[in-house]
């Protein structure tokens, strides 16, 4: 059984798809991208893997307030939710929240919401993409 957070998550995802198919017009198509969990599919480095070749891959101890999620500061993911550091152009630096969707977990949403199909379906440079159609 999953926990209560696991589920609001979950709808939360649902939601936001049910929102992109009800802003569509009837036929009308969409482009769905989410980041890869695994992100060296098929032993073909993503372009983020190529980009972070010279860090060290850790996992920083540093947790958020809540003390539930991990930093991300090396390669390869070590979990599904992450805080990633990101640096603005002005040089500010901030924590972002990403969920990282594995193999299947995209498109098993998808086929929750009534009212549309999945055209195509595919992994490309650390992304799972998703065509859809409002039907």
């Not at 929102?19 to 060296?40: D, F, H, M, P």
């Not at 983020?48 to 070749?53: A, D, E, G, P, V």
């Not at 809540?66 to 990101?86: A, I, N, S, W, Y």
């Not at 972002?96 to 086929?111: A, G, Q, T, V």
Request: with cysteine; aromatic share 12%; net charge positive.
């Amino acid at each position: 059984m999953e926990n209560t957070s696991n589920l609001t998550m979950r709808l939360s995802k649902l939601r936001a798809i049910q929102e992109i198919i009800r802003v569509l017009k009837s036929g009308g198509q969409a482009c769905i991208t989410v980041w890869a969990y695994e992100q060296n599919l098929c032993d073909e480095p993503s372009e983020y893997l190529k980009m972070r070749r010279k860090k060290r891959n850790v996992q920083m101890n540093r947790r958020d307030n809540h003390g539930r999620l991990r930093v991300h500061e090396g390669k390869e993911f070590t979990q599904p939710d992450m805080l990633v550091p990101f640096q603005n152009a002005d040089g500010s630096r901030f924590l972002r929240y990403y969920h990282l969707f594995r193999d299947f977990e995209l498109e098993d949403l998808i086929n929750d919401v009534r009212g549309c199909i999945i055209e195509k379906y595919f992994y490309e440079q650390g992304n799972w993409i998703a065509y859809i159609r409002k039907t």
